[in-house]
């Protein structure tokens, strides 16, 4: 029998998937702390994280069609080389993203392109005029010293602290870029021998069962 993970990652929650980790030296910004407005300065080719929210907290990511429209236009950035994309998990009334920023736009016109892009294709799906994405999202340049995977490996907890699964392999919706090792992906009282519970999907490997 496969023994779950006893100590996930700890943090403290804060509305929407915001978080700061207690953890190492890692620290992801409280709400409110980095909010991204327009015109704010974006580095390119530095490593970014964000989060970004559904409006009013719709649980709009539960149903596998509309995050596949997310992975859809990620996976279009990615290849057109506007981002390298590492990580992104879709939590039901927000997501996670971690990449570098790699192409010509910036972080706001990164994120209205993708909003724009999933709020179309949503809507039409739904049949609905329904506003899905929050105006705002949260932003945190990783700098030298933090540490990325630490960052990836608190995100694929979170549906374990949310209280939507007991272990975070058996969640479905999150992605990885094939770069990264797999060790990240593993609770740590489970043995190099096991995998985790994943397909290949688009440019690496997701939890799409």
């Known amino acids: 029998m496969v023994r779950r993970d006893q100590n996930p990652p700890v943090a403290t929650s804060q509305p929407c998937g915001v978080f700061t980790t207690q953890q190492g030296q890692t620290r992801i910004p409280l709400k409110g702390q980095r909010e991204l407005r327009r015109g704010r300065f974006s580095q390119k ?6 989060t970004t929210c559904c409006y009013k907290k719709q649980k709009i990511f539960t149903e596998r069609e509309n995050v596949e429209f997310l992975d859809e236009a990620l996976q279009w950035l990615q290849g057109n080389g506007y981002i390298d994309l590492y990580f992104y998990i879709a939590m039901p009334d927000h997501v996670h993203l971690v990449f570098q920023l790699t192409g010509d736009k910036d972080l706001s016109q990164l994120m209205k392109s993708l909003k724009q892009y999933t709020g179309r294709r949503i809507r039409s799906r739904m049949g609905s005029d329904l506003r899905i994405w929050q105006a705002q999202y949260y932003e945190h340049r990783i700098r030298k010293g933090e540490d990325l995977k630490e960052i990836m490996r608190y995100c694929w907890y979170n549906p374990v602290r949310a209280g939507i699964v007991a272990d975070p392999r ?5 992605w990885k870029n094939r770069s990264l090792p797999s060790s990240i992906f593993h609770p740590p009282s489970v043995g190099a021998a096991s995998q985790p519970r994943s397909t290949r999907y688009g440019g690496g490997e997701s939890v799409w069962s």
Do not use: L, V
């Open 170 to 174: 058996d969640y479905p919706f999150w």
């Open 45 to 50: 080719n530095a490593f970014y994280f964000i």
